[in-house]
């Protein structure tokens, strides 16, 4: 199995997270980034169903030249070689022109199976697995908790609202995983050194063939008019149980008329 | 006026509250018509027509149950497409999401996700959206095509109006390109006899000060009549199902009353809680970062503070 695992490079989550004033897009350069955290799941994912078969993991992310920290982590866990996509039109593209520039790039790569996490830590849309089946026309078994590969079929499990169901494929398919599927793996030094060798390709807008018209702030089919920081919350009334604080907080609650 | 499309959210045609919610928001834009998939629409129709649905487009094909999110979306992409709607507001359930990403590419429309407010404006639609763990409010609009737009659970009350919801049955036609992600197996979720986790008006959650023995957090939930919920670490060490958890990687609620007890509140935790409008914790920690957020705390041992709190609560209640 050839597998393509998606990945983002985000805003630390841990860190300040803001938009810049100028565009009112996701401010990328200003705070430190890293490889969105369920994104790991789905590289583990990837791994696991190679070293349990054969064949190569390719890591494959879109965005600005800090992203390619997030394919160098992502070696280090052990994909095999790395595709950074890396263009100045991208900036401000929405979800629409990132599934697309994805796409054509899964296009010329080979795949077995496309893995993607369940979302990004960022913009944490969800969407961009659905467009990516959509567009690349492959079989969709997403929010994986559980994935199983038996020959050319990909069964997963997925826990959702109201049911639980197994989902099942044959490859080609496009696979997400939420983060109850696996426990990612942590670099280990050897692998660590091993990624510095390693191949990674770095591909423009021009070497996937997409009109620089067709990404990118302007071309964004959503707009954000304006992004305002939430208020501090006033500070709250904070009392030490004494022997009475069960007793307290349900008077609150009473005067709250949560009672 | 133009019709707002609005995906029905149901369990065997008993309609969830976010149905009713998304109707009301689509009030404000448009005409609501429901868009109900499946067979079981004679159910559904009296709690439709109960929130203004003026119109009910009755999708009903096998291939929309038997086959994952691909069948539902194209559905949707062929009643787009011939009703010219002003807009389509999806739940912003994991499915509701997939759906409204694979319509956008059918349809050439811009989406928005996870919408907590939806109103008309510059005679289009504009959005309020919380993002980055609730610590911004973001305001937006689609501006090309038919915006479809994800609506979270609590983004508004439902107000009942009368509506026609005049059944319109649409034939679909679903190719064999969406009939791949078979559905093998489908287990129902096991009642809990307490409310949804992202539709409560209060939410009661235990985190790892529970020292996995949920009883305390299960009789105070019980006697406000909320939903119980559990922190990561609670759902990583195996006392509580993932379903319940609440969080980045987890569900994200907006209760009146959330009540967080035995949990720090790092970052993650904040991230699927922080828009809730009263916040209560009780925690052994004073430092605890969740204290922070609250209207009120206290710091305590929850096995002593929830019972006693639960005792006083039922006395009041009477």
Known sequence: MNIVVCVKHVPDATGERTFSAADNTVDRAGSDGLLSELDEYAIEEALKITEASDGEVTVLTVGPEQAAHAVRKSLQMGAHKGVHVCDEGLHGSDSVATSLVLAEAIRKLDHDIVLC?????????????AMLAERLGLPQVTFASEVTVDGDTVRIRRDGDAATEIVEASVPVLVSVTDQSNE???????????????????????????????????????????????????????????????????????????? | MSEVLVLVDHVDGEVRKTTAELLTLAARVGEPAAVFMGSQVDVALEALARFGATKVYVLDDAALGDFLVAPKAEALA???????????????????????????????????????????????????????????????????????????????????????????TFTVEISEAAKTARIVERQPREATGRPELTE??????????????????EAFADALGAAVGASRAAVDSGWYPHSFQIGQTGKTVSPRLYVATGISGAIQHRAGMQTSQTIVAVNKDAEAPIFELVDFGVVGDLKKVLPQATDEVLRRKG
Request: no cysteine; hydrophobic share 45%.
């Open chain 1, 117 to 129: 996490g369940m979302a990004s830590t960022d913009g944490s849309m969800s969407v961009v697995p």
């Open chain 1, 184 to 259: 990612p793996r942590y670099p280990s030094f050897k692998g660590i050194m091993a990624a510095k060798k390693k191949p990674v390709e770095t591909w423009t807008l021009a070497d996937l063939g997409v009109d620089a018209s067709q990404v990118g702030l302007d071309a964004a089919w959503t707009r954000v008019s304006a992004f305002e920081a939430r208020p501090p919350r006033t500070a709250g009334q904070i009392v030490t149980d004494e022997g009475e604080g069960g007793v307290q907080l349900a008077e609150y609650l009473a005067t709250q008329k949560f009672v």
């Open chain 2, 78 to 168: 062929q009643l787009v497409a011939t009703t010219l709607p002003a807009a389509v507001l999806i739940p912003s359930s994991a499915e509701g999401k997939e759906i409204a990403g694979r319509l956008a590419i059918k349809a050439e429309s811009g989406i928005i996700t996870d919408a907590v407010d939806v109103v008309a404006a510059y005679g289009g639609v504009q959005t309020t959206q919380s993002v980055f763990a609730g610590n911004f409010t973001v305001t937006a609009s689609v501006t090309k095509g038919t915006p479809i737009i994800t609506v979270k659970p609590n983004s508004v009350t439902p107000i009942e109006i009368a509506g026609a919801a005049e059944v319109e």
């Open chain 2, 200 to 217: 409560a008006a209060i939410v009661v959650s235990g985190g790892r000060g529970t020292g996995g023995d949920f009883t305390a957090v």
